[in-house]
């Protein structure tokens, strides 16, 4: 069974940087879309940013600029790159896989000083 699996969140000051990792395990064809999603505590899980198996990107408004998406297909693994991040940040990040409908277990990212 094909599992997402999500790794590099932490907490980081106001303004650094981490890098998400999402890897598909078992899974020999990559995914057409994959996306990043978040939830913060007490709100709704909200999409941050998508990508295509050709690369094609989308970001939520609050991201452009600050995050970028990409992936490697030949390891089915997608990547966040989060920069000068901001308190507002801070949530519970979860990868996307479709078709399929999978979700990752979610990787906890703290922006505090």
């Known amino acids: 069974q094909v599992q997402l699996v999500e790794s590099g969140g932490g907490l980081v000051q106001p303004g650094g940087s981490l890098r998400l990792s999402c890897a598909a395990s078992?899974?020999?064809?990559?995914?057409?879309?994959m996306h990043w999603y978040r939830q913060a505590p007490g709100k709704e899980r909200e999409f941050v940013a998508g990508?295509?198996?050709?690369?094609?990107?989308t970001y939520v408004d609050s991201v452009k600029g600050r995050f970028t998406i990409s992936r490697d297909n030949a390891m089915n693994t997608m990547y966040l790159q989060m920069n000068n991040l901001k308190p507002e940040d801070t949530a519970v990040y979860y990868c996307?896989?479709?078709?399929?409908?999978?979700w990752g277990q979610g990787t906890q990212v703290t922006v505090s000083s």
């Open positions: 990508i295509t198996s050709d690369a094609s990107t």
């Open positions: 078992r899974s020999r064809f990559p995914f057409a879309f």
């Open positions: 996307y896989a479709a078709p399929g409908g999978l």
